[in-house]
């Protein structure tokens, strides 16, 4: 049983957000520190990636573990009221992740998906966004 009322459940729910979530905040932060510019949600691009380097055809995801299911993280947990609603939810949120990226392919852009877990390690994150976007040079 859900401790909360639907009225509160809804309003917490309402508070989730899809964009300028704190994870994707960190990645926007290494990213520029790293001299890249991006644009940010581009409508015009199968799935809105969160960021989009055009000059590079290569955009970046930044997905939570639990609503786009991380495999094998801790975070990627299932509710335990209403099963086969979450289950669905989240299939069609995995769908729609490879969908977009297939599209995105499709169009001669490549796709990084990055974890919500891996922001927590910088070092790494700065490494795999470089490796991802190649060199940049210093102004």
Not at 4 to 14: A, F, I, K, N
Not at 33 to 55: I, Q
Request: hydrophobic share 35%.
């Amino acid at each position: 049983m859900d401790r909360l009322s639907p009225s509160d459940r809804s309003q917490l729910m309402g508070k989730v957000r899809g964009k300028n979530t704190s994870p994707e905040i960190a990645v926007r932060k290494i990213a520029h520190a790293l001299g890249y510019r991006f644009r940010l949600h581009r409508k015009d691009l199968p799935g809105s990636p969160d960021l989009a380097f055009p000059s590079r055809r290569k955009v970046v995801f930044v997905h939570g573990c639990f609503w786009h299911r991380h495999p094998g993280c801790s975070k990627a947990t299932t509710p335990k009221t209403r099963i086969e609603f979450w289950q669905a939810k989240f299939g069609r949120n995995v769908e729609r992740d490879a969908r977009n990226e297939r599209e995105l392919k499709q169009a001669g852009w490549d796709v990084l998906v990055v974890w919500e877990c891996e922001t927590r390690d910088l070092a790494a994150l700065t490494a795999k966004l470089q490796d991802f976007l190649g060199i940049q040079k210093r102004r």
